[in-house]
């Protein structure tokens, strides 16, 4: 199914993506050098799955589209918001777990990321599993 | 284990000789079908196979008898398993025309000899041309299930020349990778691309050989894409050395 989201919500995704995606990949690259094969595989879907999302979302932050095409599967794009509503509750949570005077403003900006980010992908996820044959934009 | 897809040039002459097998293996269907439009006969199942092999091949060269359908180097593009099922109907379909034209013997090859195709003996003079056709086309059916093995051997490797590779697959990943957090976190987008390709290209090569070590599913492994036996080779990997050589000595005879 063909699916695209506006050029305001995937800037929201894109923020998370960029940052899970570097993980990721440093994650993976560990596993492969301590020589964990079941982290390197689960890992491995992980950046695969984002790769082809951020080819998706233009790998730059400033692409110029007002609609982004996603061409990842079902399957694929639920494995991947699920991933990114996890990024979104964990910036939520550090500004919640940090005290008051101690937040910087990467912090405060990554809680209004964290939460858009959370509600996307709760919409993105609901819609999956509402999925129809029908083409459709998804926010 | 194979990615793979077979890619084999093919001429005009054989394109034409091969739809002249194929056409009539379609009609068998219509023909099936008429007769039995309700699908209660055996008929019909016996058909269907055959002309959706036919229809397969048809495809891969492209339909029309004459000429090709665009400028491009003609080229069948195909999986070797369903290459050769393909090729086994296409075989089927010609010997027994040679049984229904009165061949008393139609001896074709071993499918992975050289030897050239020998039809012989008691040949009905009406059917002369037919005959021909059906030879031309037997012998190149014997040449693309040649021509599919020999793909097929160069695209796999023991357990040996996996072993070395390998960790040189490993090692390779793991520098794209930490190289890829290094781009994104410091915003390099055109370099972060690259090398997310190059992730890319080394997860597809590390599936082929097997995530695990120790204890892998086969010995028999599928060869890394040429993208990156290239960029073995730049590590000084003789063993990704050889085996490019080999894969781009076919594209050159190609």
Redesign the interface.
Known sequence: MSRTIKHEYRNMLHTALVMDCAISAMALGDALMGGDVISGQLLRERLEVELRLLDDLAWAPDAARDHFELTLSDDQLARAARRLHCVGADLVAEYNATDVDQRTVEIEAGREVGLKVVLLTHHLLRDIDASDARPKEVC | MLPIECRIPYSLEMKTTLLRVCVPMMRELGEAAEQDPEGKDWRLGRAARPAASAIRVAEWIEWTFTGYAGDHQPVITAPPDELRAALDHLEQFIDRRFHDLGVKQACHCDKRSSDAVKVVVAVPVEYVDEIQQLVEALEICNALWREVDAQVTLWTIDRERRDQLRPQV?EA???Y??E??NA??Q?D??L??SH?ES??DL?VA?DRLD???DDPETDVFGVPAESVLAQLVESDSSTAEELLTALRGVDEED
């Open positions: 490993v990943l793991s520098f990778c930490s890829l957090h994104l976190t915003s987008w055109l972060a691309r997310g992730c890319s997860i590390l995530w695990d070590a």
